[in-house]
């Protein structure tokens, strides 16, 4: 039961990690801090893409 509540919490995380990014990209002014946000943006969409995929 307790790897059913992790695996079914993660894409929340993710999500939730995802939205905290796009909200520091929004508020930054710093062009280097943005590139690598936005970086760092993209991998975590990547994973929740595959982790949404291998759960449907």
């Not at 919490?9 to 520091?24: S, V």
């Amino acid at each position: 039961m307790g790897a059913m509540q992790r695996d079914g919490g993660m894409p929340e995380l993710l999500k939730r990690q995802i939205d905290r990014l796009e909200t520091a990209i929004d508020l930054s002014t710093d062009w280097l801090e943005i590139q690598y946000l936005m970086a760092e943006l993209d991998q975590l969409k990547a994973l929740y893409e595959d982790t949404n995929s291998e759960a449907a």
